[in-house]
């Protein structure tokens, strides 16, 4: 991560086109912990909807991660990658737990069927 007041001056000096989009939190120490959720689904079906993301380690503390503002669409066999953040890290993960949303009131409810899945921390790649 770069510090606020000093990220120009690490990242405008390269000699490539740079493009920078902060993610932060409104919760001190004001940074988001990134993680990539691959998922594989095993629905018939084609589903579209949003996925929150719920880790635990073992202590017991509990961390959700932010809704991601555009759906997803899933289908049978296919891979889908959802970048997904949360406001504080996490280091001995001991239960991951996915909510599947439609965000829609009316009309049946959707179950979402995952075949595979894979949490890799994008902050602390070697976990």
Known sequence: GYYADRWKTLLIPKSSPTKAYFDTSDQDP???YNYLLDIITWNKSIRRGFIKVKITDYAGN???SEMNSEASTFQQYKRVKILTGFYRDLDKISKISLTFSTKTLIGPKHKLRILQMRLKSLNNPER
Request: aromatic share 16%; glycine share 0%; with cysteine.
């Open 30 to 32: 004001f940074c988001m």
């Open 62 to 64: 509990t961390v959700e």
